[in-house]
């Protein structure tokens, strides 16, 4: 069945069984289903990226998607160089990457150029663009890999739902799928690029959405906050010596939102890195985002949200629990 011209789709309501949810993903991104390009991984990859931007719904917008999509395949192709298909498909390049090239040459963006270096405005304009060149064929492609299991979508009012079964499942094996998705993205651009460009093609595929400056959070946590204070040892911070701090890892989350952003001197934030601090600072997050109306900043927040991210951080392998010395 060709689902790319199916305008609406609607998840089976059905009871799913875990094997069911890991079948709906192995068989997805397996060589058993058709790549004419590597678009399906890109648009999984969006999904797992906006994992914590759904509404209450569970609903995320095509401009959210969209936007993680087109930086993506931004760096891997103008940054990185890599081939999104095989050379005898769809002519030379792929309506993706003509759209990427035309926009380098309209705004004469230099070689090598990364996402994030482009302006707003740009990054804007860009983002419709893919949006509305690939919006037809990947949504309805992912819907019908996944066995109509995984999301509803409605491509003229642009969003798409996910089932809250998959939801649970997906938030719970994270990183599982996630390296499931690389892994068979790799495999696929090692068969359509030269050996060259596909040097370190893991780490290419990881940093091609990559955490933005937080800078600017800083001083909404500063004097909306009131945060003047390290987060985890209570020092008092000054100019040199304060860090915009994921509370649940990047890595893990992978989304930049407000009600995660804690303000910690420089030894926290090194000491603690990549790991998750003690339970007791989730609560005093909790209490912080309570009492600041946080809802003014980020209209997706929960504290149910927030204390399922740290949960599933810790489910997914986040174990060592870091406390100030
Ligand atoms: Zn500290």
Same mark, same amino acid.
């Given at each position: ?46 999904i ?35 081939r ?52 037809? @064929? ?14 509803s ?16 499942f ?31 093609l ?22 909306e ?9 209570g ?28 303000l ?8 603690? @890195? ?11 997050l909790?209490?912080? @985002? ?19 991210a ?16």
């Open positions: 069945m060709n689902y790319s011209v199916y305008d609406k789709g609607q998840y089976r309501t059905t009871h799913l069984t875990e094997d069911t949810m890991w079948g709906a993903f192995s068989m997805a991104l397996s060589g058993r289903s058709r790549h004419v390009a590597s678009y399906k991984f890109g648009f999984l990859k969006s797992l990226d906006n994992l914590y931007e759904v509404d209450e719904n569970l609903t995320l917008s095509f401009d959210q998607l969209f936007g993680k999509f087109a930086e993506i395949y931004w760096n891997l192709i103008l940054k990185y160089h890599l999104q298909s095989p050379d005898n498909v769809e002519g030379n390049t792929t309506y993706l990457e003509q759209t990427l090239l035309e926009a380098k040459s309209k705004y004469m963006i230099p070689e090598d150029t990364p996402y994030e270096s482009l302006t707003y405005q740009m990054a804007l304009d860009i983002n419709s663009k893919v949006k509305s060149r690939c919006k037809n @064929n990947v949504v309805g492609a992912l819907f019908g890999d996944t066995q109509e299991l995984f999301y979508f409605d491509k003229k009012s642009e969003w798409l739902r996910i089932n809250p079964q998959m939801y649970t997906v938030c719970k094996h994270k990183l599982v799928i996630e390296k499931l998705n690389y892994f068979e993205w790799a495999k696929y651009l090692e068969k359509v690029n030269s050996s060259r460009s596909s040097d370190h893991l780490t290419k595929i990881d940093e091609s959405t990559l955490r933005s400056n937080l800078n600017r959070y800083r001083k909404i946590l500063e004097d906050f009131e945060s003047h204070n390290c987060f985890y040892c020092r008092k911070l000054n100019a040199q010596n304060t860090h915009v701090d994921h509370f649940v890892p990047w890595s893990f989350i992978k989304s930049d939102d407000i009600w995660n952003f804690v910690s001197c420089n030894t926290c934030n090194i000491k603690k @890195n990549d790991k998750l601090a003690e339970r007791y600072y989730l609560k005093e909790l209490n912080r @985002n309570s009492k600041y109306d946080i809802l003014r900043f980020a209209s997706n927040y929960s504290p149910k949200k927030l204390e399922d740290y949960d599933w951080a810790k489910s997914n392998g986040y174990s060592t629990v870091w406390r100030p010395a």
